[in-house]
Each structure stands twice: as C-alpha cells, then as structure tokens.
Nanobody, 135 residues
Framework: QLQFVESGGGLVQPGGSLRLSCAAS????????IGWFRQAPGKEREGVSC????????YYAQSVKGRFTISIDHAKNTVYLQMNSLKPAATAVYYC????????????????????????????WGKGTLVTVSS
C-alpha cells in the first residue's frame, strides 16, 4: 500500500502562492495516477489535479486551470502542486491520493472527477495538509 506524506500547507493571503509536496513511500509504478484533492468544511472531497505516473498526462479541475500546476519527480517519488493566485475559496485540507490501474481506464480524469467512486476512485490517501487563504 502506497503511503504519502503531504507538506507545504499554511496560511497565505489572497493572490499568493504555495507549493504542496506529496512524498510517496512504496512502489508508485504499481499505481496509475496520483493526484491532489481537497475538502473544505461541510463539503465533499473533490479532485483538484491528477497526473499519470506512466506518461505524466494531467487533469485539472476547471476552477484551478491556469493557476495550479501538478508535476511529478520520479527520482524522489514526489508529486508537487504549485498553486498561484490563490483565492479564499481554495481554503481546505489538501490530500494526496493514488489510484491503481483499472481495466478500461486510460486517463486520470475519472479518479479526479470522482475520487470516492468504488470502481475507479482513489485507493490510497494521505493524511492531508491544511491550506488557508485569508487576509
């Protein structure tokens, strides 16, 4: 089972930037996609951005396109999320999660759009890091 340690969260003013890191222990090659997800108080967990371990193709939620960038460093087994132009609505606990390969699934979009799905969602979760965007 892949395990994650997330870091990089904190308090930032609106318009500011943060870079989150997700260090994975285990065999990332056993997984198809790794992504960042967030959960605000009283809301469901949602996908922010996901990246394929195999070909580094990416998916972004519409709300973060053009402002967030996901990347993977295979040598360090680490996935990053660079977040720019942050808005108060981005305040949430950010989680790292990974999905194993599934028959018929060829992109990371399904795991990102519906991370809690039983058939194709996230299999392994980190404990999260809190991001607060406030002045």
């Amino acid at each position: 089972q892949l395990q994650f340690v997330e870091s990089g969260g904190g308090l930032v003013q609106p318009g500011g930037s943060l870079r989150l890191s997700c260090a994975a222990s285990g065999f990332t090659s056993d997984y198809y996609g790794i992504g960042w997800f967030r959960q605000a108080p009283g809301k469901e967990r949602e996908g922010v951005s996901c990246i394929s371990v195999r070909d580094e193709s990416t998916y972004y939620a519409q709300s973060v396109k053009g402002r967030f960038t996901i990347s993977i460093d295979h040598a360090k087994n680490t996935v990053y999320l660079q977040m720019n132009s942050l808005k108060p609505a981005a305040t949430a606990v950010y989680y790292c999660g990974a999905s194993r390969p599934r028959h018929g699934i060829t992109t990371v979009m399904p795991m990102c759009v519906n991370p809690m799905a039983a058939g194709y969602g996230v299999d392994s979760w980190g404990k999260g890091t809190l991001v607060t965007v406030s002045s």
